[in-house]
């Protein structure tokens, strides 16, 4: 059991080179969460889907895109990178309910240069 | 808004000894607070509380709440190294999924042995 695979671990990027986090669940979860993790702060939620086709504004998504075509996947696009963008980004799945724990990704850590 | 205060950000212990971590909030229409623990990668699940007064255990770790005094506690008896994280506190908002999920910026506790 998988749980929440997320990639790559670890990039750099560029100012204004663009990538794509991948997340997927095997757990057959509706929700999904994109957060960032910055130093010193609690993790933010920057994007979120409640269902395959159906996706939300989290607290930060400026810069950032996100699909949900199917249950299992929800990647994250950053457009433009900027050094704003440098962070660990966690993926995470949370049931059928919008209530349920989460079960997060072991994080991709971002560096933009 | 919502807000998470943890304290201490952070605290050296040696194994063996006992801890408390703190949680404080304020969140509008309360419906539970939740503890999770960071190690390297993925922060995982460790409590959920919605009542005031009941402990919640699990081996050496337990957590209570107050909701009259708005806190909660993270207890770790007989620490041993293998508890050295970072230990998120996260609250939901009746009403409200995780997309409301507010968490505090982290303890970071150290075990030496």
């Known amino acids: 059991n998988a749980g929440v695979t997320q990639t790559p671990k670890f990039r750099i990027l560029k100012i204004g080179q663009s990538m794509t986090l991948q997340c997927a669940q095997d757990m057959n979860h509706n929700y999904m969460y994109w957060y960032r993790q910055d130093p010193g702060m609690g993790l933010k939620l920057i994007y979120y889907?409640?269902?395959?086709?159906?996706?939300d504004k989290g607290e930060v998504p400026n810069g950032y895109n996100v699909s949900r075509s199917t249950t299992e996947d929800f990647p994250l696009r950053l457009e433009l990178a900027a050094p704003s963008q440098t962070s660990v980004y966690f993926c995470?799945?949370?049931?059928?309910?919008?209530?349920?724990?989460?079960?997060f990704g072991a994080g991709s850590r971002l560096t933009v240069l | 808004e919502d807000k998470v205060v943890q304290s201490p950000l952070s605290l050296v212990v040696h194994e063996g000894d006992t801890v408390t971590l703190n949680c404080s909030y304020e969140?509008?229409?309360?419906?539970?607070l939740l503890w999770y623990k960071q190690e390297k990668k993925a922060p995982t699940f460790l409590f959920m509380l919605?009542?005031?007064?009941i402990e919640k255990k699990s081996g050496r770790l337990s957590s209570i709440l107050d909701k009259k005094e708005l806190f909660s506690i993270l207890n770790i008896t007989a620490t041993q190294t293998g508890d050295s994280a970072i230990y998120l506190c996260a609250v939901v908002p009746r009403g409200f999924g995780n997309e409301k999920l507010t968490f505090g910026t982290g303890t970071r506790l150290t075990i030496i042995p």
């Open positions: 969140v509008t229409n309360f419906r539970s």
């Open positions: 889907s409640v269902g395959a086709g159906i996706t």
């Open positions: 995470a799945s949370g049931g059928t309910t919008g209530a349920n724990v989460l079960t």
């Open positions: 919605t009542s005031s007064g």
